[in-house]
């Protein structure tokens, strides 16, 4: 069992950068870790996942180049997903998300299997 839970979110103007963090319960050793958000009316998306194993990573187009995720594990296990360059169409509740993986992270929604409560993220113009 893995649990997850999103915070970080919060309103920026455009150019500016947001830092969520994702902090995880369970052993996620052999896991991809991955961050997905959904826009008001629209489908749920990927944006970044990881291999907490490997540290192999994969990003959505719409953000390479401008989010980075990364994987603390310390005292306490935390995902992280930096937000650089921050623009309007940015603005929707982002989700941490894990599953179970051996390969390249996946960007794929329906191989994630726990995932977090959400976070807002608002990017004005």
Same mark, same amino acid.
């Given at each position: 069992?893995?649990?997850?839970? %999103? ?5 920026? %103007? ?8 994702? $902090?995880?319960?369970g ?5 991809? =870790? ?10 749920? %998306?990927?944006?970044?996942?990881? #291999? ?5 990573t994969?990003y959505?187009? /719409?953000?390479?180049? @401008?989010f980075a995720? /990364?994987? =603390?594990? #310390?005292?306490r ?5 930096? =937000?650089? #360059?921050?623009?309007? %169409?940015? $603005? ?7 599953t @179970?993986?051996? #390969? /390249? ?8 299997n726990f995932w977090?409560?959400? $976070?807002?993220?608002t990017?004005s113009?």
């Amino acid at each position: 069992q893995v649990d997850l839970v %999103e915070s970080g979110g919060g309103s920026v %103007e455009a150019g500016g950068s947001l830092r969520l963090s994702c $902090t995880v319960s369970g052993d996620t050793d052999r896991y991809c =870790m991955a961050w997905f958000r959904q826009a008001p009316g629209k489908e749920r %998306e990927a944006v970044a996942a990881r #291999n907490s194993a490997s540290g192999g990573t994969k990003y959505a187009d /719409s953000v390479k180049g @401008r989010f980075a995720i /990364s994987h =603390m594990i #310390n005292t306490r296990d935390i995902v992280y997903l930096q =937000m650089n #360059n921050l623009k309007p %169409e940015d $603005t929707a509740t982002y989700y941490c998300a894990a599953t @179970r993986c051996v #390969n /390249s992270p996946s960007l794929r929604e329906g191989l994630y299997n726990f995932w977090g409560q959400g $976070t807002q993220v608002t990017v004005s113009a």
